[in-house]
């Protein structure tokens, strides 16, 4: 199994419209980061969390990380289609104080946004 | 500032040859690390440089490796290419191996 999953693993809605993507980890999370990436091209840094409750947001999406639970969401508000893409979280895991430049991702959202 | 570039964009080879991709991280930041993309396996980890030293590495055959160069560009070679090869690879900086920023990426095609 994986050790972070990622649902849904596909999304379609309407433009206007709120939506949630969640991320789970099975192991003990030090940083949990969300990437948003165009169809094979680079990632595109979106937000990092550490701390249990921490809750980020930029323009119209909010991140938040659930410690108790391992878990984080990534919520869009009012949708645009610019909004369409690949959403991927990646996984901090750190043993021994450093994880040495390591990321794990899940295995990603696609996010379509009709007009 | 500019961001991470990587060379070249694309590139085709045959099996059994030899491939070097290249990644320039953003200035000052000293941490290089590279993945492979494909459909099948998503982002696995590859390599971490940092300083010229190589600090964590995947779980990857000894066909790919990675070396630092003192101004912290990096580049990664494979060898011996074979079909499963193909992906996009990606290279990330950052200061010191948190908070990566990742590159456009190196679509390689293996035929």
């Known amino acids: 199994s994986q050790e972070l999953e990622q649902s849904p693993q596909s999304l379609i809605v309407q433009e206007g419209k709120n939506l949630t993507i969640n991320c789970t980890s099975s192991?003990?999370?030090?940083?949990l980061y969300w990437y948003k990436q165009k169809y094979g091209e680079g990632l595109i840094f979106l937000m990092m969390?550490?701390?249990?409750?921490e809750e980020k947001s930029h323009e119209k999406i909010t991140a938040k990380l659930d410690e108790k639970k391992q878990q984080s969401s990534l919520h869009i508000t009012a949708s645009q289609p610019s909004h369409a893409g690949i959403y991927l979280c990646?996984?901090?895991?750190?043993?021994?104080?450093?994880?040495?430049?390591?990321?794990?991702f899940g295995q990603g959202t696609i996010l379509t946004v009709h007009p | 500032k500019a961001g991470v570039t990587q060379t070249p964009r694309y590139l085709i080879k045959t099996r059994g040859q030899q491939v070097t991709l290249s990644c320039s991280p953003i200035?000052?930041?000293?941490?290089v690390s590279w993945y492979q993309q494909t459909p099948g396996q998503g982002l696995q980890f590859l390599f971490e440089?940092?300083?010229?030293?190589?600090?964590n590495k995947g779980n990857f055959p000894g066909r790919f490796s990675g070396r630092q160069f003192s101004n912290s560009r990096s580049e990664m070679n494979v060898s011996t290419l074979e079909l499963g090869d193909s992906a996009l690879y990606l290279c990330?900086?950052?200061?010191?191996?948190?908070?990566?920023?990742f590159g456009p990426g190196t679509r390689l095609t293996v035929l």
């Open positions: 990330a900086s950052s200061l010191a191996g948190i908070e990566q920023f």
């Open positions: 192991k003990t999370l030090y940083g």
């Open positions: 969390l550490q701390k249990g409750g």
């Open positions: 990646g996984a901090d895991y750190r043993s021994g104080g450093t994880s040495y430049g390591k990321l794990t």
């Open positions: 200035s000052g930041h000293r941490s």
């Open positions: 440089y940092f300083s010229e030293t190589q600090r």
